[in-house]
């Protein structure tokens, strides 16, 4: 399957997990814009988001609420599956309907994510999170249609940190978390736009 692609797996991975890692937005539209569709959509247990705004909003919100975060998995992408998907998949999927007609694959790459919080009184709690990043992207450019991370917990267990936060964490999570059942985080854009997320 890898001769018939169109781009470097390890090179797309290393971009894709960059976006957690990386210290300020600008750097994550750097990615953004190389490496993902217009339309492609990000997905968690917690958001989906459809469009360019919010997904980078989503992303921003990072280094505005952990002090660090870093990625466990292997470095020259041994441990990921590619696997083509044929288009009833897609559509399942509900992969954008600008993505029809173009031959996709599926990269499963295991992780575990590790949320370092800010420290509180010489404390700072860490949210451990394993799962499998799910990357549908273009067979022949790479470029990403979908982007989602499936954890091995559900997203009710992470909250259970916010008390050693105080009401700050707590005042913030429930504005990130309202919007959830419209399907966009419009808390994150919000916050993004008054300059909160930088």
Do not use: C
Request: charged letters at 20%.
């Amino acid at each position: 399957m890898a001769a018939t692609l169109g781009f470097s797996v390890p090179e797309l991975l290393d971009d894709v997990f960059a976006l957690y890692t990386a210290p300020n937005s600008a750097t994550q539209k750097v990615v953004f814009k190389n490496r993902y569709q217009a339309d492609a959509i990000f997905e968690d247990p917690l958001f989906r988001v459809h469009t360019a705004a919010d997904r980078e909003a989503q992303f921003a919100s990072l280094p505005a609420l952990f002090s660090r975060i870093e990625i466990e998995r292997a470095q020259d992408a041994a441990n990921a599956t590619v696997q083509p998907v044929p288009p009833i998949a897609a559509a399942q999927d509900a992969i954008p309907q600008s993505m029809s007609n173009v031959p996709l694959v599926r990269i499963d790459v295991p992780n575990t994510q590790i949320y370092y919080l800010p420290k509180v009184m010489g404390y700072g709690p860490k949210i451990e999170v394993p799962g499998v990043t799910r990357l549908t992207v273009e067979r022949d450019t790479g470029k990403v249609v979908k982007h989602q991370d499936v954890w091995n917990m559900t997203g009710e267990h992470l909250p259970g940190v916010l008390p050693l936060l105080g009401s700050v964490a707590a005042f913030i999570y429930a504005k990130v978390k309202g919007p959830l059942g419209k399907g966009v985080s419009l808390g994150l854009r919000g916050m993004n736009q008054v300059g909160l997320l930088k």
